[in-house]
C-alpha cells in the first residue's frame, strides 16, 4: 500500500485500506503529503476516522505534524493548506515553526503564505503576516521567535521572495539579526528590502547583533531614506 502512496495510486490505496494496519495509515499519511498527493491524504485520513480503534488521538497528531512538515520542505502549498485548515488536531506550535524554517530556507513562498496567518493567529496578532499587508499589532514571543528563525533562514540562503513574505509580517524590532545576516553573506538586495520596507524602524545605532552597522561595512553605503 505505501509503494501506491508514494506513487499516488488512489485506486490502489482504496482497495488496499481495507486491511490496512494501523501503522501503514500512519506511513500513508506521511508518504502522501511528502509526494504531494493529496487525495490519497484525504483517504488514509477518512479510513482512519472511521475504522473503530483507529490512529489514537496521539498517534493522529504526530502523523499529521510531520506530514505537515514533511510537505512544507517539498513545497506542496495544497498538501500544507489542507493539513492546517481541515485536520483535527490543529498542528502543534512548534510543528508550524518547523515547517516555517523548511519552507523559509528553501525559498517556498507559497507554503510561507498559507503558514503566516496560522502563525499572527496563534500569536493573537490581527490582521498582517502573508500577504505584504500591515504587521500584526501583537504577536506572542514563540510566534516572534518562529517568524525571525524563519527569516534568518531565508536570509541566510539569499532567498528574496521568502524574506519579503516574512519581512511584510514583522515589526522592524526584530530585523537586526536578520540583516546582520544578510549583510554578511552579501545578499545585498535582501539588506535594501529590509531597509526600505521598515525605514524608520530598525534602529540604526548597531545594537543587538548590530545589523545596520553590519550592513554597512559590509554591503556598501546603505541608508534609510
Not at 61 to 81: C, D, E, K, P, Y
Not at 90 to 113: F, W
Not at 184 to 195: A, N, W
Request: contains cysteine.
Amino acid at each position: 500500500m505505501l509503494n501506491a502512496c508514494a506513487k499516488g495510486n488512489a485506486e490502489a490505496v482504496e482497495l488496499l485500506l481495507e486491511r490496512a494496519p494501523d501503522i501503514s495509515l500512519t506511513q500513508g499519511c506521511i508518504i502522501a503529503a511528502r509526494s504531494g498527493h493529496a487525495p490519497i491524504l484525504r483517504l488514509c485520513l477518512a479510513k482512519n476516522a472511521e475504522k473503530p480503534g483507529g490512529m489514537g488521538g496521539k498517534a493522529r497528531a504526530q502523523a499529521l505534524n510531520t506530514s505537515l512538515v514533511q510537505a512544507a520542505a517539498r513545497g506542496h502549498s495544497g498538501i500544507v493548506h489542507e493539513l492546517v485548515h481541515r485536520t483535527k488536531p490543529p498542528p502543534e506550535p512548534d510543528t508550524v515553526k518547523r515547517a516555517m524554517l523548511s519552507a523559509a530556507s528553501r525559498n517556498h513562498g507559497a507554503v510561507l503564505q498559507v503558514l503566516l496567518p496560522v502563525l499572527t493567529r496563534a500569536g493573537g496578532g490581527g490582521g498582517g503576516g502573508g500577504g505584504g499587508g500591515a504587521p500584526p499589532t501583537q504577536l506572542s514571543a514563540e510566534a516572534e521567535d518562529t517568524l525571525k528563525a524563519a527569516l534568518v533562514a531565508a536570509c541566510s540562503a539569499g532567498h528574496a521572495r521568502g524574506a519579503a513574505l516574512l519581512i511584510a509580517g514583522m515589526p522592524g524590532r526584530l530585523m537586526d539579526q536578520p540583516l546582520a545576516v544578510c549583510a554578511s553573506k552579501g545578499h545585498v538586495d535582501l539588506v535594501r528590502t529590509i531597509l526600505h520596507m521598515h525605514n524608520g524602524s530598525i534602529d540604526v545605532g548597531g545594537g543587538g547583533h548590530g545589523g545596520y552597522r553590519t550592513a554597512r561595512e559590509n554591503g556598501g553605503n546603505f541608508t534609510t531614506t
